[in-house]
């Protein structure tokens, strides 16, 4: 049987400053109110966004930025 397995390409720092890099970027991802962490390639979003669809986008270019899971926390509501 073939499986892909996801393997990190980056280390783990790399992989949360390009996340952060990728989220600067967005026009619709508000990235100071998102905490960022990664643990063996897989990132955790923390913090709070003004919608799903925010939310959303912000897993989105977790994974653009190479991320091979993403862990979603974020809360909607008003930002601090």
């Given at each position: 049987m073939d499986y892909d397995i996801a393997i990190a390409t980056k280390s783990d720092v790399e992989l949360a400053e390009d996340i952060e890099r990728q989220m600067r970027w967005s026009p619709i991802v508000e990235s100071r109110?998102?905490?960022v962490s990664v643990n063996n390639g897989v990132a955790m979003l923390t913090g709070k966004v003004d919608s799903?669809?925010?939310s959303m986008?912000?897993?989105?270019?977790?994974y653009e930025a190479g991320a091979i899971d993403v862990t979603n926390e974020l809360e909607f509501g008003t930002k601090p």
């Open positions: 109110n998102i905490e799903p669809f925010e986008k912000a897993t989105e270019e977790a």
